[in-house]
């Protein structure tokens, strides 16, 4: 009785998972395998998947096609005496109750179609020898034939049929070619697996236990260690009772199929089992993960030149407060000044690329020095697939950053449209105190002129001081006073306005490598851990 294992429907899904998580970052030569497996598994679960393949597998002078014609009933598989060989697959049918006998009585039923699809075209329907209905037996080709179409034919259907007789003899069961290479690189298959010592009567009773029991531990150390061995004289008739009942034992459960696409996922998943990197110790990871985040983020802030902007959106401040709340005769300079930020082609109006998207050669190396950290970082431990494939994403992100990054320092709040309050009233103000000596010049122009001609001199005096002059110069000093008290406030907005751009800027840089870095590769190592979730969803 076969031990129960998972659904096979779910594991075959689960592999369909992995390959998806795979596909495109790992070698397709790795999922090679995988990929055969799930095209074939659909096969065969829906042609005939109570129908049994039973295929006698075994060199040169073995005998399994004695013993195949025994079980058939029939002499189906030519033998020879002086080399007897195995030179194309055939099979023997038991076709259901009242089918017939004939090569055209089944030629609707399941078994034809899985022939059909098996590719075996020399079938016999028979209902004598081992008398199973459901079962399809099956004579290899010799694996060790001299002609290598004959071994191709032979491995194809080892990798395929639900149930393997490994047929050895007493001379040649110990080759190190039948071990190395079939039986070891199928211990995942014991499930599927019989082998049969033949010809044992050509050994005394002593001699054949110590054959049986040494090949025993030869398949324990090809990691076959509950293989049955089953010792067998076709033509003497040793063991062919204990075949038959292993034979008959495993078609009436009607699971031989089902246990072979089971030990097929086995060997599916000891090829990708490398390929699953163990995921990231709980550790402090989301500590390092926020400090090599907050490393690209200050790379990618020094590239986009974050520092010069934001001083520049400052200095642009300063420079339109002077032009509106400066003296009046002294603004003009401002006005003819070139904007901080005009220099660097931003801010209003401004259109193209900015002067800092030019990144230069120390940025671009802090930036892949940071990037370089970053995969270190993230791949720690994993695979050298999955290294290369969030290698590639964060290659491909960067070559997409000097423009986002200019187009996030362009997109910025760098305050360029606000006017404070509060400079409509210094302005007003200092136009009042400007107009005021403008009025007291005037006075006392028109007074000088009246001093010329000798005319009356209407002048007013306050405190002995002429008005006009109190307006001139009261209006100039209070005018000049006005400006240098503005000035601390002017600071202080600056220093606002840098702050706030640079909190813009850097918001807008965090975007992009969120954008650009951070999330491709968070979407990359999920398909590590869905990749590594479903190889495991496989395993059982």
């Given at each position: 009785?076969?031990?129960?294992t998972?659904?096979?429907?779910a ?9 998806a998580?795979g596909?495109g ?11 055969s497996?799930?095209?074939h598994?659909?096969a065969r ?16 002078g073995?005998?399994?096609?004695t013993?195949?014609?025994v079980?058939a009933?029939?002499p189906?598989?030519?033998t020879?005496?002086r080399?007897?060989?195995?030179s194309?697959?055939r099979a023997a049918?038991?076709?259901p109750?009242?089918?017939g ?10 078994s034809a ?6 590719n075996?075209?020399d079938?016999h329907?028979v209902?004598g ?16 034939s ?5 071994r191709?034919e ?9 149930l ?11 080759d190190?070619a ?5 039986l070891r690189?199928l211990?995942t ?8 010592l033949?010809?044992?009567d ?8 110590s054959?049986q029991?040494?090949l025993s531990?030869?398949?324990?150390d ?6 049955p ?14 075949l038959?009942?292993?034979l ?5 459960s009607?699971d ?14 000891a090829?990708l089992?490398p390929?699953?990197?163990?995921p ?12 090599s985040?907050?490393?690209l983020?200050?790379?990618l802030a020094e590239?986009?030149?974050?520092r ?5 959106a400052?200095?642009?401040?300063r ?10 005769p002294t603004?003009w ?10 220099r660097?082609?931003l801010g209003?109006?401004?259109s193209?690329p ?5 990144t ?8 892949s020095?940071?990037?370089?950290e970053?995969?270190?970082q993230r791949t720690?431990?994993?695979a ?5 494939s ?6 491909a ?5 000097p423009d986002?990054?200019?187009?996030a ?14 400079w409509a009233?210094?302005r007003?103000l200092?136009?009042?105190?400007f107009?005021v000596?403008?009025?007291?010049a ?11 001609l ?10 002995r ?6 307006l ?6 209070l005018?000049?006073?006005l400006a ?16 706030r ?6 918001a ?7 954008r ?14 869905e ?7 496989t395993r059982?």
């Open positions: 009785m076969s031990r129960r998972p659904d096979l429907g594991r075959l899904d689960a592999l369909e998972r992995a390959l998580a596909r970052r790992c070698d397709p030569a790795q999922l090679a395998a995988a990929e497996l799930v095209g598994a659909a679960r829906r042609i005939a998947p109570e129908r049994t393949v039973v295929a006698f597998a075994g060199g040169t073995s005998g399994k096609s013993l195949f014609n079980l009933g029939e189906l598989a030519p020879g005496v080399r007897p060989t195995t194309q697959t049918v038991w076709p109750s009242g089918a006998t004939d090569a055209t009585a089944d030629s609707g039923h399941d179609r899985l022939l059909d699809w098996l075996i075209r079938r329907y209902t020898g081992i008398g199973q209905t459901g079962l399809i037996l099956v004579d290899l080709p010799d694996f060790d001299t002609a290598a179409e004959h191709s032979a491995d194809r259907l080892i990798q395929t049929v639900d393997l007789v490994w047929v050895l003899d007493p001379q040649k069961y110990a190190a039948v071990h190395e290479r079939y690189p211990h298959h014991r499930d599927v697996m019989l082998v049969v033949n010809q044992i050509r050994l005394d009773d002593d001699a054949a236990l054959c029991r040494h531990r030869l398949l324990a090809d990691g076959l260690p509950d293989v061995v089953i010792a067998t004289s076709a033509t003497g008739g040793t063991g062919l009772s204990e038959h009942a292993a008959t034992g495993r078609v009436r009607q031989a199929a089902a246990q072979r696409l089971h030990a097929d996922v086995d060997a599916a998943v090829e089992a390929l699953c990197s163990a990231a110790a709980k550790r402090s990871a989301g500590r390092q993960d926020a400090r985040d907050e490393a983020a200050q790379s590239a986009a030149g974050v010069t902007v934001a001083a520049a400052g200095a642009s401040y420079q339109r407060a002077a032009a509106q709340v400066g003296w009046p603004r300079i401002s006005r003819t000044r070139a904007n901080p930020l005009r660097l082609h209003p109006g401004a193209g900015s002067a800092l998207s030019a230069g050669g120390v940025q671009r190396a802090q930036v020095n940071a990037l370089r970053l995969a270190a720690s431990g994993m050298a697939q999955w290294r290369r969030a290698t590639a994403v964060l290659t992100g960067e070559a997409t950053l986002e990054l200019d187009r320092v362009r997109t910025a709040d760098l305050s360029q449209g606000d006017r404070p309050r509060w009233a210094f007003t200092q136009l009042l105190l107009t000596a403008l009025a007291g005037a006075w006392l122009a028109v007074l000088a002129v009246l001093s010329y000798r005319l009356p001199d209407p002048t007013v005096h306050i405190a001081t002429p008005l006009p002059t109190v001139l110069l009261g209006g100039l000093v005018g000049l006073l240098l008290a503005v000035r601390p406030f002017v600071r202080i907005g600056a220093r606002r306005r840098s702050a751009a640079r909190r813009s800027l850097e807008g840089v965090r975007s992009v490598a969120r650009c870095i951070l999330d491709p590769l968070t979407a990359e190592l999920r398909s590590v851990a990749f590594r979730e479903a190889v495991n969803d059982r």
